[in-house]
């Protein structure tokens, strides 16, 4: 499928139930992780608008344990990169948003991390439909309580992932998934 276009007034048409968003199921196969990014500044609304689109996940007693630091701040990127081998991709993202568990809000460990899953997909599929692009950074969890301190957040916050967002400097990545007949163990 080819570059996805950003399709103005993407809230304003969800609203009114014209759907000019993109298709779900477009979204969905067409997404891939970008890790390059151009320099071109990722605006506040789009930002926000991918939180936002992350809050509207599920979550078990829609207790929405999910919390976010929006990272711009060149200093900060420059630190927050050298806590991951993915130093290339933080630097060249013109945003971050580091996102978090807040156990004073969690009940439950696996159900509150699925549902933080399902907000991180949530984020990803909004910047996609924003015409932006972004990879989910896990590998820097190694690292999480010094992301946390550089942050200069409080120890209830857990980290659950970066993500690096950006305009994309290219979108010709290409990425495989099994057949579904190799991960559908059994029908009953
Ligand atoms: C939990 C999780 C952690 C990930 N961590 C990283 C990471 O640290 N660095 C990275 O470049 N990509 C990371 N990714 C992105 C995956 O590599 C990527 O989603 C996968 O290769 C499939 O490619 P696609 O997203 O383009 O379909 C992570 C994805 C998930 C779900």
């Not at 103005?8 to 969905?28: H, N, S, V």
Request: charged share 25%; proline share 5%.
């Amino acid at each position: 499928m080819g570059r996805v276009q950003r399709r103005p007034g993407i809230t304003d048409g969800a609203k009114k139930g014209k759907g000019p968003f993109m298709d779900i199921f477009e979204g969905i196969y067409s997404r891939r992780s970008i890790r390059k990014f151009t320099d071109k500044p990722v605006p506040q609304q789009d930002v926000l608008e991918v939180i936002k689109a992350g809050t509207w996940a599920p979550s078990g007693l829609n207790n929405q344990p999910w919390r976010f630091v929006i990272i711009r701040d060149q200093a900060v990127r420059t630190r927050l990169a050298e806590l991951t081998r993915y130093r290339i991709v933080i630097e060249s993202a013109p945003a971050c948003v580091a996102v978090f568990a807040d156990r004073e809000a969690m009940y439950d460990d696996t159900k509150d991390h699925q549902a933080i899953g399902a907000c991180i997909q949530n984020m990803l599929l909004a910047v996609h439909a924003l015409g932006l692009g972004a990879v989910w950074l896990g590998e820097i969890l190694k690292n999480g309580p010094a992301v946390r301190e550089l942050l200069e957040l409080p120890e209830t916050l857990e980290l659950m992932a970066v993500v690096a967002i950006g305009y994309p400097a290219s979108r010709n990545q290409e990425a495989r998934r099994r057949d579904i007949r190799d991960v559908i163990v059994k029908e009953c």
